[in-house]
């Protein structure tokens, strides 16, 4: 089945640090992928889509320039939090959607990469 | 604005316990509502509901949408400790990006 990793699992870091979050699809191409945030007994929350080759699409609300967005190759999209503080401490899930997409499960989600800001 | 809310928001029940969680929208433009189950990582994939009036099962899980009424239902016969999650509904719309989003989630703990 279609795999996605992200990397690191865990992050900790100061304040003023910038951090990247990597998403993988693992076995498939991916055109398209999705970040997600999720805050503690929360639901998760759309940040933006990705598309290979071309600038990120963000949601309403989400600061482009705070969370940076590359989509440079059909497996791998970054996020990166820039200047990250403790308020952007989160759960950060990427998805992909693969390009022949099943009539069942169109996204596929990473693990996860817990952030913590000090 | 298109919304979805799920509900209850938490749910305690026993082992051996049927729980409903409910799932309503509104959207535009909408073309299929899915349910995941959250652990403690990413959301696992459970249905993906877009006719309406079809259920759909898995195991002790099952599932169906209403598209007049706009809501849809996942129940949980004989529930186990091992069904203690949160649990996700989301839309996706017609438009190109295919993106989803996702309601407010129901937290279920299931007692032995």
């Known amino acids: 089945g279609a795999v996605v990793s992200q990397h690191p699992s865990w992050v900790i870091c100061k304040s003023g640090t910038s951090v990247k979050i990597e998403c993988r699809s693992l076995d498939f191409q991916a055109t398209t992928m999705f970040w997600y945030r999720q805050f503690p007994k929360q639901s998760l929350m759309l940040m933006a889509t990705s598309n290979e080759g071309s600038k990120a699409t963000y949601e309403q609300g989400v600061e482009k320039d705070k969370f940076l967005i590359n989509h440079a190759s059909l497996t791998l999209s970054t996020l990166t939090v820039t200047s990250a503080h403790p308020e952007d401490s989160s759960f950060y899930i990427c998805s992909a959607r693969a390009p022949r997409a099943s009539s069942y499960n169109e996204q596929f989600f990473g693990p996860g990469t817990r952030l913590t800001v000090l | 604005e298109d919304k979805v809310v799920q509900s209850p928001l938490s749910l305690v029940v026993h082992e051996g316990d049927t729980v409903t969680l409910n799932c309503s929208y509104e959207v535009t433009n909408f073309r299929s509502l899915l349910w995941y189950k959250q652990e403690k990582k990413a959301p696992t994939f459970l249905f993906m509901l877009?006719?309406?009036?079809i259920e759909k099962k898995s195991g002790r899980l099952s599932s169906i949408l209403d598209k007049k009424e706009l809501f849809s239902i996942l129940n949980i016969t004989a529930t186990q400790t091992g069904d203690s999650a949160i649990y996700l509904c989301a839309y996706r719309t017609t438009s190109g990006t295919y993106k989803y989003i996702f309601g407010t989630g129901t937290r279920l703990k299931v007692l032995a």
């Open positions: 877009t006719s309406s009036g």
